[in-house]
């Protein structure tokens, strides 16, 4: 017999069906429970609430799981290339050597950005900061390739998704040159999609850049970390977006601005900044922690704590070792590492953070595998991005194939004034 809840309300009896997911997560479904009671449900920041079925990943946060497609992310980081990822999450399998060849041949053809884009970029201020030039540019896509769009799924889809993945890439690096006053560097077909990347960042017409394959490969694990996290601010928010019928790139646009919030992927950059602050003004963690736990301080420990995750974030494990891979690698030494490793084991310890399940997340050890690439802190979002579209794209093609799509549109408690009349000004006092 199918499992119901069954929900009372002033002693009228109501069973609701419950949905198993195939790890076995449960969810009572109340799509009907506005129309047969007259209620809805109240959650603030969606805690509770199951906006979608996906196939895509799989969290188990208690226990600290995560999974593209079934495949955890430990052997995907392990072993494979983000390219690859990119295709196993928009396309549900991992690519035959056919595909993938045929994946990479997609991602060079379409690896250039119009040449009139690059006025756009020389008339962001000064100082703008890279996030607000990317969401601003991946939107203008929408304008300047016209053909590759469609609202339903598109003719070619391969085509539009990879394009993205290749031209946000480009964005990125020219963003970054642009910003610096310095000359743009074209992508090229004889590099691989990371060192492809390093090399629109870092080389120049007056020092080439010496690609390093341990660089390369420590790219390549950051975006495979960063590809997808199921219902993340971001994701929803393309989803969201999305669900309004909007264009493929005005829904990841969408999904860009919302990374950049230091509570989301913001939160990389603010790590760095928080450690900086520690190492240059000699701040005792002992004061950073208290003020972290202190309830009339809005500071929270930048790095620490995840909505899902009550253990430890499994790619924030990779993400420490990478880092102190890469700084010796380099034999060098980097004090801000010393600094995040001396704050969690203090942190890790202490009684609120232990009660409060707050462990360190992505983002606490992500900036200092970046800094060691030589990516400037500015940047550090943008590189979250470029991690995150394929999971973006892959999320926005399931929710418009969906059969129970409908436009997200949530409910409310009004809490504001009763009825009353309009006062003439004259009368206002
Ligand atoms: N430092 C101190 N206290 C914290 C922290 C923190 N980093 N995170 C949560 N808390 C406390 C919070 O004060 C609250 O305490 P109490 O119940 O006593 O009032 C409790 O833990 C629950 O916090 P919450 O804000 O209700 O938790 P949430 O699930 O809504 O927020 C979070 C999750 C990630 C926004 C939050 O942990 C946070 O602000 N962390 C710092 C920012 C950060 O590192 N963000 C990156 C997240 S991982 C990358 C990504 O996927 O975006």
New binding site residues.
């Given amino acids: 017999m199918d499992e119901t809840a069954k929900l009372i309300i002033d002693g009228v009896s109501y069973d609701l069906p419950v949905l198993t997911g195939t790890e076995g997560d449960k969810a009572i479904d109340i799509r009907k429970l506005l129309s047969s009671t007259g209620y809805i449900t109240y959650d603030p920041?969606f805690?509770n609430t199951g906006s979608c079925a996906s196939s895509i990943t799989y969290m188990d946060g208690e226990r600290g799981i995560l999974r593209y497609r079934g495949i955890p992310v430990e052997q995907l980081a392990e072993y494979a290339t983000f390219v690859e990822i990119a295709y196993l999450l928009i396309n549900g399998h991992l690519p035959t050597q056919d595909e993938l060849n045929r994946t990479r041949m997609i991602l060079n053809d379409t690896s250039m950005i119009h040449e009139s884009m690059h006025v756009f970029f020389q008339a962001f201020p000064r100082g703008s900061h890279p996030m607000n030039i990317l969401s601003s540019m991946v939107n203008a896509l929408r304008g300047f390739y016209p053909e590759l769009y469609d609202h339903d799924d598109p003719a070619n889809p391969e085509y539009t998704y990879l394009s993205l993945v290749s031209k946000v890439r480009t964005l990125a690096a020219m963003s970054y040159k642009i910003s610096k006053g310095d000359k743009v560097i074209y992508p090229r077909h004889d590099l691989s999609y990371c060192a492809n990347f390093l090399n629109m960042m870092f080389d120049s017409p007056v020092k080439p850049y010496i690609i390093d394959e341990d660089i390369v490969k420590a790219l390549n694990v950051f975006w495979i970390l960063h590809a997808d996290?199921e219902q993340?601010?971001s994701t929803a928010a393309v989803r969201v977006v999305g669900s309004g019928k909007v264009n493929l790139y005005s829904a990841i646009s969408a999904g860009v601005s919302a990374l950049w919030g230091?509570?989301?992927?913001g939160?990389n950059q603010a790590v760095i900044e928080m450690l900086t602050d520690i190492h240059e003004n000699g701040i005792p963690l002992e004061t950073i922690i208290a003020k972290?736990?202190s309830k009339k301080d809005p500071f929270?420990?930048?790095?620490?704590?995840?909505?899902v995750y009550k253990t430890y974030d499994p790619r924030a494990k990779i993400m420490k070792r990478m880092a102190d891979k890469i700084l010796s690698k380099f034999r060098r030494e980097d004090p801000l590492l010393d600094i995040a490793k001396r704050l969690e084991e203090i942190a890790i310890t202490d009684p609120y953070f232990v009660d409060?399940n707050?462990y360190p997340?992505?983002?606490f050890y992500s900036g200092i595998v970046l800094r060691a690439m030589g990516i400037p802190t500015n940047m550090f979002t943008v590189m979250f991005a470029i991690g995150r579209l394929p999971g973006w794209i892959s999320q926005w093609r399931e929710s418009i194939n969906d059969p129970h799509w409908r436009i997200s549109r949530p409910r409310q408690i009004y809490t504001g004034e009763q009825q009353r009349n309009y006062v003439p000004t004259s009368q206002r006092i």
């Fill in positions: 920041g805690g996290h993340n601010c230091p509570l989301h992927g939160a972290a736990k929270r420990l930048m790095g620490f704590g995840h909505r409060h707050l997340n992505v983002d």
